[in-house]
């Protein structure tokens, strides 16, 4: 099967999908980590992908799927052959303050990764599936307001996960999140992708989005997921791993790089995240792969 995508294109009214991929993935192939700007919807059509998350991971098989916010480090490894997937690239814009039943779909995405929807039956599982070959036939096709169509076969996939979902029960350590909140915190989180060499700080951050410090942490935990605190040590190591993978330069060079005093602290955080030392994530079974949505 050969990878098929679709282009970038605009949704009156209703945002951007930024990219859908159907495609094979390699077996066999190391863990590869990633972290872009958009949210991310995966569908396993065959086979069997392990997927990694801070301090959780969960196998996607066919008929399960994997949700993944906006800035969150993921990884992922091959762990059969013949292994398919359907993933899905969006913006928040697409979706807006759409709520799937009584829930904003945010909140399914900025649950911590072991709470968020899972495919706990078999009817969701075939559901899941049918929506997924609607997609596929959709980007194949492009028939009249097939754009429209997808969104809401976005939406359909969500509800689909969202019925049987028991993270909704659970305690919240934040608030209900807010997609409108998103558009807000822009200006902070460029400021934090442009300046990955250093700490940026929540004043720093507030003061880009013209909020008070309070607001702007309470706003921005609500809607990520994350403190903002949590979100830029991600964003710089990375940046790190980056470094690692396109650099000869040492440990040691990297670790100042992007803000830590010395090589321990480095080291602490980067395997804490990425699950191995950096040391081992330089070598040539490791790599990251291109990102197609920034």
């Not at 949210?39 to 991971?57: C, D, I, K, S």
């Not at 993921?74 to 398919?84: L, R």
């Not at 607001?215 to 991600?234: D, H, N, Q």
């Not at 000869?248 to 090589?263: K, N, S, V, Y």
Request: charged share 20%; net charge neutral.
């Amino acid at each position: 099967m050969d990878i098929r995508s679709v282009e970038v294109r605009q949704i009156p009214a209703h945002g951007e999908i930024v990219s859908v991929w159907i495609s094979p993935q390699t077996y066999p192939e190391p863990v590869q980590w990633d972290m872009h700007q958009a949210f991310e919807v995966n569908v396993g059509l065959a086979g069997r992908q392990e997927r990694h998350f801070e301090g959780f991971a969960c196998t996607l098989g066919r008929g399960d799927a994997v949700l993944v916010p906006a800035w969150e480090p993921h990884g992922w490894q091959t762990s059969a052959p013949g292994t398919v997937l359907l993933t899905i690239f969006f913006l928040p814009e697409l979706l807006g303050d759409e709520t799937v039943g009584e829930e904003s779909w945010l909140n399914l995405f900025v649950a911590h990764p072991s709470q968020r929807p899972r495919v706990n039956s078999q009817e969701t599982r075939e559901e899941v599936l049918a929506i997924a070959g609607e997609i596929e036939r959709e980007c194949e096709t492009r028939d009249r307001w097939w754009l429209t169509a997808m969104r809401l076969s976005v939406l359909r996939l969500l509800l689909a996960l969202a019925r049987n979902w028991e993270g909704y029960a659970l305690p919240r350590t934040i608030s209900t999140a807010r997609p409108s909140d998103l558009a807000r915190l822009q200006p902070a989180i460029a400021l934090v992708q442009s300046n990955r060499s250093r700490h940026v700080s929540v004043a720093d951050g507030a003061a880009a989005c013209s909020l008070s410090p309070s607001r702007f942490a309470t706003v921005f935990r609500r809607s990520m997921g994350v403190s903002f605190g949590k979100y830029v040590l991600r964003s710089r190591l990375q940046y790190g791993a980056q470094l690692l993978l396109t650099t000869d330069a040492p440990l040691e060079e990297i670790a100042r790089q992007i803000g830590f005093a010395g090589t321990s602290a480095f080291h602490r955080a980067f395997t804490r995240l990425y699950g191995c030392p950096p040391g081992r994530y330089r070598s040539p079974r490791g790599h990251l792969p291109q990102s197609s949505t920034g």
